[in-house]
């Protein structure tokens, strides 16, 4: 039994060789064939590396709030998260004036330090694509994403593209319906776009990320009414900035 084991094992080596040998020979005749196998194969163990990274952090806690800007009250429920878990970082990405959030973000006793914004996104695409280089500054490992109802399915796609092709998880941080802004849902058509655009930009954003133009929380004026920066006062804000400052923060609900 043994010599047969050992005959079966020697021809099978011999012949696993000699067809190794035929196909890296073939290769060899074939540059275009062999460096798109190469190509392949580099890209599945980079995707790999990438799914590897976000399930990692999938079991961590959340270390970073993205604010998409859009209505105040999302800031102010960011407020609330970040005065609840104090290791928090936070961007505000195209958010209300500087001197709003910095009232809104120094009533919750949060570090300004901690906080970023960026002034050059217009739109929810714009307001990953100047984020992306801010939450690799912050070293972001797991991101929440505040937003409203209406907007979440088409943010959270887009989060999900762009962060996890940067080996960062998300975290869905819908606003509490008490808490939401008025608003409506996203169209299929406008949604469709955003995510074939974060298709598209995804691979791209792990080389390259465009730098906003950001400000400082601490250089602004403490002394300025946010009311006169933005030059008209919606109740809905009045009444949830009011509430914040008055201690009757909102909590998040299922």
């Not at 936070?90 to 209300?96: H, T, Y």
């Not at 606003?175 to 406008?190: D, I, M, V």
Request: contains cysteine; hydrophobic residues 45%.
């Amino acid at each position: 039994l043994r010599p047969s084991l050992r005959q079966f094992s020697d021809s099978f080596v011999d012949h696993w060789g000699a067809s190794m040998n035929r196909w890296l020979a073939g290769l060899a005749k074939k540059p275009a064939t062999t460096a798109t196998i190469a190509c392949l194969l580099l890209c599945g163990c980079w995707f790999g590396s990438r799914f590897v990274l976000v399930f990692l952090n999938e079991s961590q806690p959340m270390d970073c709030v993205l604010v998409l800007g859009g209505d105040p009250s999302r800031e102010v429920f960011a407020a609330a998260l970040v005065k609840r878990n104090a290791n928090l970082n936070v961007i505000v990405s195209g958010g209300s004036p500087a001197v709003h959030v910095r009232k809104i973000f120094v009533a919750a006793d949060v570090s300004l330090n901690r906080v970023i914004l960026d002034r050059s996104a217009k739109s929810t695409f714009e307001n990953f694509l100047y984020s992306l280089p801010l939450l690799k500054r912050v070293q972001a490992h797991k991101v929440g994403i505040v937003t409203s109802e209406g907007n979440q399915e088409r943010a959270l796609s887009m989060a999900r593209i762009l962060l996890w092709f940067n080996g960062m998880s998300v975290q869905n941080e819908v606003l509490p319906f008490a808490f939401a802004e008025q608003g409506h849902n996203e169209s299929t058509w406008k949604t469709c776009l955003d995510i074939v655009r974060a298709l598209l930009y995804a691979p791209i954003s792990t080389l390259y990320c465009p730098e906003g133009k950001t400000e400082e929380l601490k250089s602004v004026d403490p002394n300025l009414k946010w009311n006169d920066a933005w030059g008209w006062v919606p109740p809905t804000l009045q009444r949830d900035y009011d509430d914040f400052l008055a201690g009757r923060l909102p909590t998040k609900t299922d």
